[in-house]
């Protein structure tokens, strides 16, 4: 069944809405490149001789209507005969225009109704008065040839003739080029184009864009979209106690959220992670760490991306000792966690990075540790390396509640997405749904629900936070 075309329309307007500047674009430069060509141009002037045709006939009613179809025959020959040598070179004569038979044949046209005796010749130059004494000439000369074409004999009236009703006059504005036409016409094309292009970049663009995008890759719930507010370069945790921004908002939707996924046994040791690198998996965990602190429960947030770690220097807390310690042998798990920037919060960060990452997160000390924590927090949030790149994350799984993968708005895609998910549930682990981040403010839920106070500057976790150092150290590790 087709769908309702109310939602036909909502889609319609949210495809030019995303891509109205791919439109804009090609109907600007298509319409330039028509003015252009318009303008370069030479302006062309036309003017036109009008013939009327008549047969001899008796004077009665039968013979006028003869001689009446007769004209109207004659006017389709007549048409055809303009453009002959004859015609043309006596019209050249007549006017002593500087061109040859060809070129008055190129500048000319004709025209007529078939149900009337009236023919037309047009004369097309750039200069109008050339045009105007083409088509008179080759008028007179028709007149004249027609005369004698038609006559049987010097002794006899011409069985037909030619009269100039209408002599051709000089145009004072040309026909040719049509800017405006060719303009408007140019930028309806470009419209189409653009059109076709924006088809082609839905049809073969899979990066994810909004929350229905994201359940139609993976048969999992969106439990928060986080909205892009600006980076928090200074400040990569967001204060909840100061103001609500829609970030904030955001995050405690998702520690909302997740509280529902299930009722009876809600998750308290959770995993984030994501398909790739750069799409948010570590903003997502330190903010919901603090949002979940913030509800006054006791969190522990644990590093676990034993290959790129970024907690210590987002937090500003040592980074030496750590997790991988603990891993070793060097203490109980507890010896090793820091108080963090949030009340209510605590940290346990990688520690030094060790050559087997894999098979120290794999390993029964990991899980005890895991069970450790979880013994002595309300909710434990362990950051990990991506997905498709490494193993880790789906190792880590075993040991925990429930996984968060986090996506990031018009850059993940939505077969990595699925890659990433059949990976997880391969791995056995149970995936709790999907974070949207780093949506355009526009496109949120919640561009209508912030209620930030006067003056307070609106920050996300959802675009840059520490995780976007540089363009460079974006794309050469794992960050928001």
Known sequence: MAPPRSLSIEHLRFLIGRNWWILAMAGAVLGCVGLAYSLLQTPMYLSTATLYVTSGSEPNTSSAYQGSLASQQRVASYAELIASDVILRDALDRSGLQMNADEARGALSTSSNPETVLLSISAKDRDPAVAAVLANSVADSMTAYVEQLEQPSESSEPLAKVTVVSPAIASQAPVAPRTTRNTLLAIVFGLGLGGLIATARER???????GDEVQRSVASPVLAEIPTEGALDSRPVIDFAVGSSRAAEGYRRLRTNLAFVSVDQPPRCILVTSPGPGEGKTTTSLN??????????????????????????????????????????????????????????DVLVAGALPPNP???????????????????????????????????????????????????????RSQDLSTAFDSLITANSTPLGVVLNDVSAHDSRYVYYSYEQSGAKPRTAGSASCDHRTNHEAKSSEHV
């Open 204 to 210: 073969f663009d899979t990066r994810i864009r909004s």
């Open 358 to 412: 894999a098979e120290l997160l794999g390993s029964e000390r990991a899980r005890e540790g895991i069970e450790a924590l979880r013994t002595g927090y309300e909710f434990v949030v362990v950051d990990t390396p991506p997905v498709l790149p490494v193993a880790d994350a789906a190792i880590l799984a075993q040991y925990v509640d429930g996984v968060l993968v986090v996506a990031r708005a018009t850059r993940t």
């Open 288 to 345: 919901l760490a603090a949002a979940l602190a913030e509800d006054g429960n006791r969190v522990v947030l644990v590093d676990a991306d034993l290959r790129r770690p970024s907690i210590a220097r987002c937090l500003g807390l040592t980074g030496a000792v750590g997790l991988t310690n603990y891993l070793r042998g060097d203490g109980v798990i507890s010896d090793f966690v820091q108080n963090g920037p949030v009340e209510n919060l």
